[in-house]
């Protein structure tokens, strides 16, 4: 199984997946250290503007990350990219995140909200010291370690000061833990994580959520309007009921102004809490008391029937707000400033509401804007740009995108017009089809394209029947090659119905088997040429053998056979005009014998041909010339034989006469 790699890391598991990345659990081959590496997915960059978008929000973290070094906070090893995916290498954290240890019914003890107050607060100096701003804090972000230390994650949407790359209108965070600011999508500033902070504390510390709701809406109105809901804190953490929700209501306080205004500030505050001092700040106290009077000053209305006519306004007004209906809000306020009640909430509602559901539309606009580009609807696209220009939306940045999309779109036309000009001459009409639908999917004009193509069709309507005749005969001179054995032949009406462009049905694999046999029977036929031209040259059969030779040559065997064979055939030849000649001068002395002139002159002549050079050939040209042959060849050796055959009896004779006689 291949191993899975994202740079030179080595994936070991995954260890979570959201909507825009991924994490893994990894270890760095060169160190041996095991690290978490954070991607995001490809699949979100569908366009050259979100990819862009992402990749500074990517790279922004890496920029925030890498300036913060605490151990309180997440360190970043090392940063790349992996197939247009970049990715983050971040030290990997053991233990669990708060919300897992929430879940997990766990005790919380009195040391351990100690050292989350104290551990977080300085983690978050650390970062607003650098003008970083988290703007997620929640128990997801939270890590504690298997050391009982806190590890703060994913600075992934903070905003740095002086860097403004969030989209208009786009909401960062999460509900529950949002500001107020953060909600009206005011100035955040690191007041705005210490609200986060405190909501946190207050989840950790009860298991309760200051402000709970039943839906994003809900939440929201809430964290705006509406005091927050504080629990009592656990008993195990042994803490003044009082005295907590002093220091929780000051944290949690509606404006940036009345809350504690740095983190150390804020663990200060709990670290007397903890201590047991009751009432140490008195801005809490103060708070309390207001906050209390007010509240019960609003709680006693009078009964009357002006009173109940409000409240049905009011109750109408949250209704027309649940369902986003913009003018029976407006109408709903009107009528409440003609009782004279009130309407700063509902003001605010409403301005939030404006603001939302301006968003809203400027989102809509844009997200058709993005489909009508995706989908080459530049006119459309067009529309949804001046909607938002109306809207006071700035849209130089869409307005490029779209001119640079126009220009490329003409020239996505332009080069496949041209494309299909060369198939139109080409004559090949399923690729100017194809060129056709490439130009519909461009939203371009295909009329002419379409006539041009129909013009073509039906001049190759008869061209297609031309072709189904040469196709059929092919087929045809095909199978008949088959029959006769002759590969060739076939071969080349395979290749015609190649050029042809006929659809091949068993064609090839019929000639492969074809060309097999054929070879096969000619391997055969060679051993069998090659036996009979050795029996030949065994038997001396010179004419056999040279006949097997020559057609073993013709058939282009291979050298390695034909070489001994070709010696074998040589010695032969050389054997059977040695044993001719002897044969023919035999001949031709017996015709001298008899004077059989013709006889004579037949054995010369072939003589002649074959070359004989013998003594016995010189001594029989002389005798038929009439001069003297003078001794024949052969006759002296035969004397002399004979004598040295009596030479060697009388020698026996004489050495075993005393053993014979």
């Known amino acids: 199984m291949e191993e899975k790699r994202i740079g030179r890391y080595l994936v070991k598991k995954t260890l979570g997946t959201g909507a825009m990345g991924s994490v893994f659990l990894a270890e760095d081959p060169l160190i041996g250290r095991t690290v978490a590496i954070k991607t995001i997915h490809t699949r979100i960059l569908a366009n050259r503007a979100d990819r862009e978008a992402y990749y500074a929000r990517f790279l922004r973290e890496a920029q925030i990350v890498g300036r913060l070094r605490h151990p309180g906070i997440v360190t970043i090893h090392d940063m790349g990219q992996e197939d247009d995916t970049p990715f983050l290498v971040l030290e990997h954290v053991r233990g669990r995140d708060l919300a897992d240890f929430l879940t997990s019914g766990r ?348 013009d073509l069709q039906n001049g190759k309507l008869a061209v297609a029947r031309d072709t189904l005749k040469e196709i059929t005969a092919a087929r045809e001179g095909f199978a008949h090659a088959l029959e006769r054995s002759n590969p060739a032949e076939a071969e080349t009406r395979l290749e015609e119905l190649k050029r042809l462009g006929a659809p091949l049905r068993d064609e090839e694999e019929r000639l492969a088997l074809a060309k097999r046999e054929l070879s096969q029977a000619r391997r055969r036929n060679a051993r069998a040429l090659e036996r009979a031209c050795r029996r030949a040259a065994r038997n001396g059969n010179l004419e056999e053998a040279e006949h097997s030779y020559t057609l073993l040559v013709n058939a282009e065997e291979e050298e390695a056979v034909l070489e001994p064979l070709r010696v074998l055939v040589e010695k032969t030849r050389v054997k059977w005009r040695k044993k001719r000649i002897k044969q023919l001068e035999k001949e031709f002395a017996q015709a001298l014998d008899v004077a059989d002139g013709d006889a004579a002159r037949a054995a010369q002549q072939e003589l002649a041909m074959l070359e004989a050079d013998s003594d016995t050939y010189s001594w029989l040209l002389r005798k038929a010339a009439g001069r003297d042959p003078g001794p024949k060849p052969g006759s002296s050796r035969r004397v002399l034989v004979l004598v040295m055959g009596i030479l060697l009896v009388a020698t026996f004779l004489w050495f075993f006469q005393d053993k014979v006689f």
């Open 107 to 454: 005790p919380i003890t009195r040391s351990l909200a100690q050292e989350l107050v104290a551990q977080m607060a300085s983690a978050l100096t650390a970062a607003h010291a650098e003008g970083i701003v988290h703007r997620d804090l929640k128990p997801q972000n939270v890590m504690l370690t298997e050391k009982g230390k806190i590890k703060v994650l994913d600075f992934g949407i903070a905003r740095l000061r002086g860097m403004e790359i969030t989209a208009a209108g786009e909401f960062l965070g999460t509900p529950t833990y949002s500001s107020p600011e953060q909600i009206m999508d005011g100035d955040v500033d690191h007041r705005s994580d210490l609200f986060s902070f405190a909501v946190l504390i207050h989840r950790f510390f009860t298991g309760q959520d200051p402000f709970a709701g039943e839906n994003v809406r809900a939440i929201f109105l809430k964290i705006l309007h509406e005091r927050p809901k504080l629990a009592d804190p656990y008993a195990t953490l042994e803490l003044s009921q009082a005295d907590f929700q002093a220091v929780m209501l000051k944290a949690l306080s509606k404006k940036p102004a009345d809350r504690f205004q740095t983190a150390q500030e804020m663990a200060d505050s709990f670290a007397r809490l903890f201590s047991g001092v009751p009432r140490v700040d008195p801005d809490a106290e103060t708070y309390v008391i207001e906050y209390e009077t007010n509240v019960s000053r609003a709680s006693k209305p009078k009964e009357d029937a002006q009173t109940r006519h409000i409240k049905t306004l009011r109750t109408r007004f949250h209704q027309a707000l649940d369902n986003q209906n913009l003018m029976a809000c407006r109408n709903l306020i009107k009528n409440l400033e003609r009782r004279g009640a009130s309407v700063a909430a509902e003001g605010i509602a409403l301005k939030g509401l404006k603001t939302k559901s301006r968003k809203q539309t400027i989102s809509g606009h844009r997200v058709s804007f993005e489909a009508a580009l995706a989908s080459n609807r530049l006119e459309e696209a067009q529309t949804c740009l001046s909607k938002l220009e109306g809207l006071g939306e700035g849209v130089d940045d869409l307005s490029k995108t779209l001119q640079l999309r126009k220009q490329e779109w003409e020239q996505r036309v332009y080069a496949t017009k041209r494309r299909l000009d060369r198939t139109l001459k080409a004559n090949d009409l399923g690729k100017a089809r194809a060129r056709i639908r490439e130009l519909k999917k461009l939203g371009a004009d295909t009329r002419d394209a379409q006539s041009a193509v129909s």
